[in-house]
């Protein structure tokens, strides 16, 4: 039992060992996306410098 044991015991060990095999794994790239930011408030600038050329003109 103990040679039956021992013998079970190194073929598991054998095939795990070699179970990967010499292939390189596969790595998926990672994909970054970049968010912009400001475009949506860009035109508060120009409309509130328009709104204060247009009360300084108007006084």
């Known amino acids: ?5 021992l013998a079970a015991t190194l073929a598991v060990a054998a095939t795990a060992s ?3 095999g010499l292939e390189e794994p596969i790595v998926e ?3 970054i996306v970049e968010e912009t930011s400001g ?3 860009a035109w508060i600038v120009p409309v509130l410098l ?4 247009a009360a ?3 006084s």
């Not at 328009?50 to 050329?53: E, F, N």
């Open 1 to 5: 039992m103990k040679k039956f044991a």
């Open 18 to 20: 070699f179970a990967g």
């Open 29 to 31: 790239p990672e994909v």
């Open 39 to 41: 475009t949506g408030a």
């Open 50 to 53: 328009l709104a204060v050329v």
């Open 56 to 58: 300084v003109a108007a």
